[in-house]
Structures are given as C-alpha cells and as structure tokens.
C-alpha cells in the first residue's frame, strides 16, 4: 500500500485500550481520566478481523499499544489469532512492563515476537515520581523475563528530559554495554495539554549522541530488527546497542511506514493527524470486507507528509496520546 507520498505502508499499530496501571506525568493526568467503556471498544475477534484485511491490502507488522495493553484481558489470545494471519510476519508489544514478566511466557507461546519497555529512569524513587505508582523491580523484572525467553531484540525506550533524567543516560548506554539490550533515547515530544512538557526540557538527539560519545565509541550499525525511526550504533565492547528517535530535532516522516488503529477503532494515519477513518462502525453495519478495504485505502491516502508536533499538541486535538496510542 502507498500513500500518495509513494511511502510503503506495511506496519500497524494497534491500541489495545486506553487504560493504564501508571500516571505518567507527560502522559497521563493523575485523576479524573474518563476510560472507554467495555462496549465501545474493539473486540479482540473484530481487531484480529481488521489485522486480516489488513494484511491482504500489504500490512505484514503489528505492533500492540495501550494505554497499557497488558492490562486488557486475554492478549494471549488477541496474538494467538493474528499469528495465524497468513502475511503478518511479525508481532511486537509495548508494554511499561509492570505486568509483563507473570505473561511473558504466555505471550511467546502464542505467537509474540518482539517487546519494547517504556522505562524512563532507573532510579527507584524518580520512576516512582514519574509514573506516579510504579515499582521499578518489577520492570526490571520484566526486561530479564524477556532476555531469558529470547525475544531479540529486546528494546528499552526512555524519554529523555532535561533536568529529570538527563544524568541518567549514562547508567542506561550502561545497560546496552553489560546485555543484549537495545536501548532507544527518545526526545520529549509534546502528546498531550499536560503542564509537565515544555521545551526547554526538551534535549535534541544531537546532544545526547554527544554526550555520550565522550566516554564511548559509537559505531553506525544496521536498523536492528524493527519498524521504527531510531539511527542505532554499537558500542564497542558492548552487547547491545543505542538508537536515537528525533521526532521534535529532526523528523522521520519521509521514511514513516505505520498507520494507528485506536481501541474504538478508528484509523489514522499519523498519532498528529485529527483526522480518523471509523471502522468500528463499518464492523456493527455488516460492511464486506472490500468496503473496509476501502476505508484502509482512504486513511492511507489521507496520511499527511509530516507532523507538526514542534507546534504543540494543539487545543482543538482532543484525545490524547493514550487514547491514540503510543
């Protein structure tokens, strides 16, 4: 499938929920979230029927989101079915891995092949301040779970932000030094109205590839196995890697190869782009399966050259990035 920007579309990412067991403080408010209501979500069949005709229009990866998708039941079997889904030849999770390691073995069985952990510090007391009630123990946890069941490459995403976190990139370039970790700097983005984002907290990937590279050598290296933006390099002597994604410094939309299905199930074809083709309601009135072929196709051409994120979030873009997916 090509936009009409001539991108490949093969890559879907699938909001399983837009609930969370965390409160991040650049994601979510700490009360007063209104969650989706058990009806007016995709059920886990209709998800893994538009996966289906997905794939027959080119989609071949699906990477699963929330909110916190772990905390959706029987995701087991969401990936039981769309492992069985001729074309689709991989099958990614994003997980904050607080949940993870007591599925982890359920999840390789029916069919997982990759996870990514959000983790932004590894400081005990700070992770707890910004997620607002998370155990970093059971992250942790999670991470060597999924070390030990061999589900390379195994990625650790931290959002860096100046003057939280920032003194905790090299404990991170650590771990990517010490195991097979991939470990992925992001910049801060702006996903949401909530007051903890503001751009002098953002730190551009040129200047923690810098930073870093005071103390290490850094080898450019192959995109490891994956569907996102991130520039990797080795290290020397080490087991792992380091990506940078520079969403806000330096965008990757001409290389963008994704659309988003929301837990409602509304498609778009960038988390910046208001606008959203409704499959949901194309499922409960019957449509065929050319029909929503044919909304796959209008959200497709629909998808926008680039995003516009170094505007902000903007006031009139309700949802938030948990209600999208992250």
């Known amino acids: 499938m090509l936009d009409k920007h001539e991108r490949n579309i093969n890559y879907m990412r699938i909001s ?19 969650n989706l209501s058990h ?7 209709e998800m893994a029927k538009l996966v289906r005709i997905a794939s027959e229009l080119g989609i071949q990866k699906i990477r699963l989101t929330g909110g ?30 607080t949940l993870f390691a007591a599925l982890a073995e359920e999840l390789k069985t ?62 991170f370039v650590e771990l990517a030094r010490k195991y097979p970790l991939h470990v992925r700097f992001i910049e801060f983005m702006p996903v949401g109205d909530l007051l903890f984002w503001k751009q002098d907290r953002m730190m551009p990937s040129q200047d923690i590839k810098a930073y870093i590279e005071e103390s290490y050598a850094l080898t450019p290296q192959k995109n490891i196995l994956g569907n996102g933006p991130a520039r990797y390099y080795s290290l020397e002597g080490g087991e792992g890697s380091l990506g940078f994604i520079s969403p806000m410094s330096n965008h990757f939309c001409g290389e963008c190869n994704r659309i988003r299905l929301t837990a409602e199930g509304g498609l778009r074809g960038c988390l910046y782009d208001k606008r ?28 926008p050259s680039r995003h516009h994120m170094n505007n902000g979030w903007g006031e009139e873009n309700k949802r938030k990035m948990y209600q999208i997916g992250g």
């Open 68 to 97: 916190e998708p772990l905390v959706r039941r029987n995701v087991p079997q969401l990936i039981s079915y769309i492992a069985q889904i001729p074309g689709i030849d991989d099958i990614a999770l994003t997980t904050n891995g």
């Open 110 to 171: 029916a069919g997982l092949n990759r996870v990514n952990f959000s983790l932004d510090s590894l400081v005990p007391e700070k992770f707890k301040y910004i997620t607002r009630r998370g155990d970093l123990s059971k992250v942790k946890e999670a991470i060597f779970e999924a070390l030990e069941l061999d589900m390379h490459p195994v990625k650790i995403n931290m959002v860096v932000i100046r003057g939280f976190n920032d003194d905790e990139i090299i404990d």
């Open 276 to 303: 959203e083709v409704n499959l949901k309601t194309a499922l409960k009135n019957g449509s065929s399966d050319e029909e929503i072929k044919e909304l796959f196709i209008r959200a497709i051409k629909a998808k």
């Open 39 to 45: 009806y007016s979500i995709l059920s886990l069949e």
């Open 16 to 34: 399983l929920t837009d609930r969370c067991n965390l409160r991040c403080r650049y994601c979510m408010p700490e009360t007063g979230v209104d």
